[in-house]
Protein backbone atom coordinates (compact mmCIF):
# COMPACT_ATOMS: atom_id res chain seq x y z
CA UNK A 1 0.00 0.00 0.00
CA UNK A 2 1.10 3.47 -0.92
CA UNK A 3 -0.27 6.52 0.25
CA UNK A 4 0.21 9.56 -1.24
CA UNK A 5 -0.41 13.52 -0.30
CA UNK A 6 -0.08 16.22 -2.97
CA UNK A 7 0.68 20.25 -1.78
CA UNK A 8 1.79 23.74 -2.91
CA UNK A 9 -0.99 24.81 -5.18
CA UNK A 10 -2.31 27.91 -5.16
CA UNK A 11 -3.50 30.60 -6.36
CA UNK A 12 -0.51 32.61 -9.13
CA UNK A 13 -1.17 34.79 -12.35
CA UNK A 14 -0.77 33.73 -15.73
CA UNK A 15 3.34 33.34 -16.52
CA UNK A 16 3.70 32.68 -13.22
CA UNK A 17 5.68 29.46 -11.65
CA UNK A 18 4.23 26.52 -9.43
CA UNK A 19 6.26 23.42 -7.81
CA UNK A 20 3.57 20.69 -6.42
CA UNK A 21 4.88 18.02 -4.06
CA UNK A 22 3.73 14.50 -3.92
CA UNK A 23 5.36 12.79 -0.91
CA UNK A 24 4.99 9.10 -0.67
CA UNK A 25 4.34 7.12 2.19
CA UNK A 26 4.00 3.10 2.88
CA UNK A 27 5.64 0.88 0.63
CA UNK A 28 9.27 1.96 -0.92
CA UNK A 29 8.56 4.72 -2.99
CA UNK A 30 11.54 4.48 -5.49
CA UNK A 31 9.89 1.28 -7.50
CA UNK A 32 6.76 3.18 -8.51
CA UNK A 33 6.10 4.90 -11.63
CA UNK A 34 4.76 8.40 -10.84
CA UNK A 35 1.95 10.44 -13.02
CA UNK A 36 0.25 13.28 -12.71
CA UNK A 37 -2.86 14.30 -13.80
CA UNK A 38 -5.32 16.80 -13.76
CA UNK A 39 -9.13 17.77 -13.51
CA UNK A 40 -10.62 21.12 -14.56
CA UNK A 41 -13.81 21.84 -13.34
CA UNK A 42 -16.41 19.80 -15.35
CA UNK A 43 -13.70 18.04 -17.61
CA UNK A 44 -12.66 14.76 -17.34
CA UNK A 45 -9.21 13.70 -15.19
CA UNK A 46 -6.40 14.25 -18.14
CA UNK A 47 -3.25 13.21 -17.85
CA UNK A 48 -0.18 15.51 -17.36
CA UNK A 49 2.89 14.05 -17.22
CA UNK A 50 4.71 10.82 -16.11
CA UNK A 51 7.75 9.29 -14.89
CA UNK A 52 9.29 6.04 -14.69
CA UNK A 53 10.99 4.42 -11.78
CA UNK A 54 13.91 4.46 -12.80
CA UNK A 55 13.68 8.63 -13.32
CA UNK A 56 15.31 8.06 -16.98
CA UNK A 57 11.94 8.25 -18.71
CA UNK A 58 9.37 10.92 -18.64
CA UNK A 59 6.69 11.59 -20.77
CA UNK A 60 4.45 14.69 -21.04
CA UNK A 61 1.24 15.90 -22.67
CA UNK A 62 1.33 18.43 -25.66
CA UNK A 63 -0.01 20.60 -23.46
CA UNK A 64 2.20 21.46 -20.92
CA UNK A 65 5.71 19.79 -22.95
CA UNK A 66 8.14 22.74 -22.73
CA UNK A 67 6.54 24.40 -19.86
CA UNK A 68 6.36 21.73 -16.89
CA UNK A 69 9.03 19.37 -15.43
CA UNK A 70 8.01 16.06 -13.68
CA UNK A 71 10.87 14.42 -11.02
CA UNK A 72 11.72 12.84 -8.01
CA UNK A 73 13.46 12.31 -5.02
CA UNK A 74 13.86 9.04 -3.87
CA UNK A 75 15.70 9.90 -0.22
CA UNK A 76 12.78 12.20 0.75
CA UNK A 77 9.87 9.56 -1.15
CA UNK A 78 8.77 12.83 -2.89
CA UNK A 79 7.89 13.62 -6.63
CA UNK A 80 7.24 16.57 -7.83
CA UNK A 81 5.66 18.84 -10.36
CA UNK A 82 7.58 21.99 -11.30
CA UNK A 83 5.04 24.21 -13.57
CA UNK A 84 6.74 27.40 -15.33
CA UNK A 85 5.03 30.07 -17.52
CA UNK A 86 1.52 28.96 -16.54
CA UNK A 87 -1.55 29.77 -18.11
CA UNK A 88 -5.40 30.11 -17.19
CA UNK A 89 -6.10 26.75 -19.05
CA UNK A 90 -3.56 24.95 -16.21
CA UNK A 91 -6.35 25.92 -13.55
CA UNK A 92 -7.70 22.35 -11.96
CA UNK A 93 -7.27 20.05 -9.42
CA UNK A 94 -4.05 17.97 -9.91
CA UNK A 95 -3.22 14.37 -8.46
CA UNK A 96 -0.49 12.62 -8.19
CA UNK A 97 -0.65 8.48 -9.09
CA UNK A 98 1.76 5.60 -8.95
CA UNK A 99 1.84 2.59 -10.21
CA UNK A 100 3.72 -0.77 -9.63
CA UNK A 101 5.25 -1.13 -13.24
CA UNK A 102 6.22 -3.55 -15.53
CA UNK A 103 9.55 -2.45 -16.12
CA UNK A 104 11.84 0.26 -14.68
CA UNK A 105 11.38 2.39 -17.99
CA UNK A 106 7.40 2.19 -17.88
CA UNK A 107 5.59 5.19 -17.18
CA UNK A 108 1.68 5.13 -17.56
CA UNK A 109 -0.72 8.22 -19.36
CA UNK A 110 -4.02 6.36 -18.51
CA UNK A 111 -4.96 7.06 -15.14
CA UNK A 112 -6.82 3.72 -15.02
CA UNK A 113 -3.25 1.90 -14.77
CA UNK A 114 -2.28 3.85 -11.60
CA UNK A 115 -3.09 1.77 -8.73
CA UNK A 116 -2.89 4.33 -5.77
CA UNK A 117 -3.60 8.26 -5.32
CA UNK A 118 -3.63 11.28 -3.70
CA UNK A 119 -6.72 13.61 -2.67
CA UNK A 120 -5.54 16.67 -4.84
CA UNK A 121 -4.32 20.20 -4.80
CA UNK A 122 -5.88 23.21 -6.27
CA UNK A 123 -4.00 25.42 -8.30
CA UNK A 124 -5.70 28.67 -10.17
CA UNK A 125 -4.13 30.93 -12.80
CA UNK A 126 -5.38 33.86 -12.73
CA UNK A 127 -5.21 36.15 -16.59
Known amino acids: QVQLAESGGGLVQAGDSLRLSCAAS????????MGWFRQAPGKEREFVAC????????IYADSVKGRFTISRDAAKNTAYLQMNNMKPEDTADYYC????????????????????WGHGTQVTVSS
Open 26 to 33: GRTFSGYA
Open 51 to 58: MSSSGGFT
Open 97 to 116: ASKNPRTPLSCYRTAADHDY
